[in-house]
């Protein structure tokens, strides 16, 4: 069983940044597609991004693209979402999800899930 468990979250201001982190716990962290969803008050879930487990391929949700970066980094077992240039609408819980092999956007194929750390954007 893979857990895992975000940080980095906080209130930031139209425009600026914030790195969130997501530590996994396993011994094959790196045979894992990972990903971020995130969900506001009300609203369904969405996919953000997703890098594979090969870390050659990236996705990205046409909403958050040029402005958020995926990245992982196997040897600490870590994901990291770089947000920059945020804006209110990206006001939403995030969410780490893992995938072992190939994953998609789909919440379905997603098979372990985080806690959640909440970002909020303000105007």
């Known amino acids: 069983q893979v857990q895992m468990v975000e940080s980095g979250g906080g209130l930031v201001q139209a425009g600026g940044s914030l790195r969130l982190s997501c530590a996994a716990s396993?011994?094959?962290?790196?045979?894992?597609?990972m990903a971020w969803f995130r969900q506001a008050p009300g609203k369904e879930r969405e996919f953000v991004a997703a890098?594979?487990?090969?870390?050659?391929?990236?996705h990205y949700a046409d909403s958050v693209k040029g402005r958020f970066t995926i990245s992982r980094d196997n040897a600490k077992n870590t994901v990291y979402l770089q947000m920059d240039s945020l804006k209110p609408e990206d006001t939403a819980v995030y969410y780490c999800?893992?995938?072992?092999?190939?994953?998609?956007?789909?919440?379905?194929?997603?098979?372990?899930w985080g806690q959640g750390t909440q970002v909020t954007v303000s105007s």
């Open positions: 999800a893992a995938k072992l092999y190939s994953g998609g956007r789909f919440l379905a194929e997603y098979d372990y």
């Open positions: 396993g011994r094959t962290f790196s045979l894992y597609t």
């Open positions: 890098i594979s487990w090969s870390g050659g391929s990236t």
